[in-house]
Nanobody, 124 residues
Framework: QSQLVESGGGLVQPGGSLSLSCTAP????????VGWFRQAPGKEREGVSC????????DYAASVKGRFTISRDYDKNTVYLQMNSLKPEDTAVYYC?????????????????WGRGTQVTVSS
């Protein structure tokens, strides 16, 4: 059962931007490390970015470093993924995931709670 909810996906032209949001209606996301993952058709799920509970430690996949920014709003119980300079190869279903741990990782197996995903399509 999904316990996280992603939003903000859509269709955008190459070079454009999107901001994804991840909320947790059933629990306090602030106590969890959060990661963003994506899966394109025919490809394995890959880690995109992650943030620890303090918000001070983040990590990014090499393919998105310098273009994507992860952040969290403790008042809104929400984690964001700001995606700039989008490329067609960024097209995928994007998932957020949470783990009850201070530290964050880009490894999907370390996460316990997942959302159902939001589609991001980059195309002209």
């Amino acid at each position: 059962q999904s316990q996280l909810v992603e939003s903000g996906g859509g269709l955008v032209q190459p070079g454009g931007s999107l901001s994804l949001s991840c909320t947790a209606p059933g629990f306090t996301l602030n106590y969890y490390a959060v990661g963003w993952f994506r899966q394109a058709p025919g490809k394995e799920r890959e880690g995109v970015s992650c943030v620890d509970t303090s918000g001070a430690s983040t990590d990014y996949a090499a393919s998105v470093k310098g273009r994507f920014t992860i952040s969290r709003d403790y008042d809104k119980n929400t984690v964001y993924l700001q995606m700039n300079s989008l490329k067609p190869e960024d097209t995928a279903v994007y998932y957020c995931a949470a783990t009850y741990s201070d530290s964050a990782h880009l490894t999907a197996a370390k996460y316990d709670y997942w959302g159902r995903g939001t589609q991001v399509t980059v195309s002209s």
